[in-house]
């Protein structure tokens, strides 16, 4: 094996485990407050409750889809576009932004 190929091998996986992880992270909680947002129940507590409890499901949900593409940079921009349109949609809302 070259050199050349090692390191771009060893660059690919620590790119996929940031973007599992912080990625992951990130998208993981904007779903999770859009979720809480949209239940139907009058308890805001239950609500915020079961949208973070479905944000660990859909954290998992990211990480195995970010090993799973072929290439780390289509898992990092996938994952990104997700973050991107989560923020815009919650901002649309007025969840986020307010002064």
Same mark, same amino acid.
């Given at each position: 094996?070259?050199?050349?190929?090692?390191?771009?091998?060893?660059?690919?996986?620590?790119?996929? %485990?940031? #973007?599992?992880?912080?990625?992951?992270? =990130?998208? +993981?909680? &904007?779903?999770?407050?859009?979720?809480?947002?949209?239940?139907?129940?009058?308890?805001?507590?239950?609500?915020?409750?079961?949208?973070?409890?479905?944000?660990?499901?859909?954290?998992?949900?990211?990480? %195995?889809? #970010?090993?799973?593409?072929?290439?780390? =940079?289509? +898992?990092? &921009?996938?994952?990104?576009?997700v973050c991107v349109i989560s923020c815009g949609w919650m901002s649309y809302l007025?969840?986020?932004?307010?002064?």
């Amino acid at each position: 094996m070259s050199l050349l190929y090692l390191q771009s091998t060893k660059l690919d996986i620590t790119l996929r %485990i940031i #973007t599992a992880f912080i990625g992951g992270f =990130i998208t +993981a909680n &904007l779903l999770a407050s859009l979720i809480a947002y949209y239940l139907p129940s009058t308890n805001t507590v239950d609500n915020i409750v079961a949208g973070m409890m479905l944000g660990f499901i859909i954290w998992t949900v990211v990480t %195995i889809y #970010t090993f799973a593409t072929k290439s780390a =940079i289509q +898992a990092f &921009l996938c994952i990104t576009a997700v973050c991107v349109i989560s923020c815009g949609w919650m901002s649309y809302l007025g969840l986020v932004f307010k002064s």
